[in-house]
């Protein structure tokens, strides 16, 4: 299970890109909200992992696949950028009104960010490959369930200190400093757009 904490806690921390997510969607929208962001994202990373126990071999066979699911993610990292541009301004008590309708949206941004991205099953199937050849209790009953157990706990024990103790200094920062970080996300995520645009899958 240690290990599972461990990757768990690095792979979250090592996410710059769900993390500005979460931080953007938690000043918008509350701490909760980027919270959900973050238990997405650990979802979608759970799956994968899981598939990468069970054997990765039939998806990595069809790449044609995953080239229309990464579309999908292109066109969700785009629409949060422009959101981020469009939206620093607005107050705040129109977004939090919004956000009460619709919780459940922060939750699905973080997976389909993850989820929609070919390269993390990549990297999940490289790194139980790893596990699976340098450990020998990897081959053990029960090793998967407790690796993705410790892997949820290591997670959550970085995306909660992120959104209920990190993001409560960043809320205290003056609405210049909040537009500035906005505009850096955005650029972030249209960058990475681009580049899931013109990589090989």
């Known amino acids: 299970m240690l290990l599972g904490v461990l990757t768990g806690f690095l792979g979250s921390a090592l996410s710059w890109q769900i993390n ?3 931080i953007q969607r ?11 962001v973050g ?12 598939v990468a126990f069970t054997g990765a071999k039939p998806l990595l066979n069809h790449p044609e696949w995953w080239r229309n699911i990464r579309w999908l993610g292109i066109a969700v990292l785009l ?24 919780p459940s949206k922060n939750f699905l941004v973080g997976f389909l960010v993850v989820g929609t991205n070919p390269a993390v099953l990549l990297i999940w199937a490289g790194v139980i490959s790893f596990l699976l050849s340098q450990f ?37 920062w003056s609405k210049k400093n909040h537009e500035l970080l ?16 013109f990589q090989k899958c």
């Open 136 to 172: 020998p209790e990897a081959r053990q009953p029960f090793f998967k369930e407790f690796f993705l157990s410790g892997f949820l706990i290591g997670a959550l024990g970085w995306f909660f200190p992120l959104t209920f103790v990190f993001l409560e200094k960043l809320e205290g």
């Open 26 to 36: 938690g000043l918008q929208r509350g701490r909760v909200a980027a919270f959900l």
């Open 182 to 197: 906005s505009r850096v996300s955005a650029s972030a995520l249209i960058l990475v757009a681009f580049y899931l645009m």
């Open 79 to 102: 629409f949060l950028a422009a959101r981020l541009l469009v939206r620093h301004g607005r107050p705040r008590r129109q977004d939090e009104e919004v956000n009460k309708r619709n």
């Open 39 to 50: 238990c997405g994202a650990v979802t979608a990373d759970m799956i994968f992992l899981w």
């Open 20 to 22: 500005l997510i979460a």
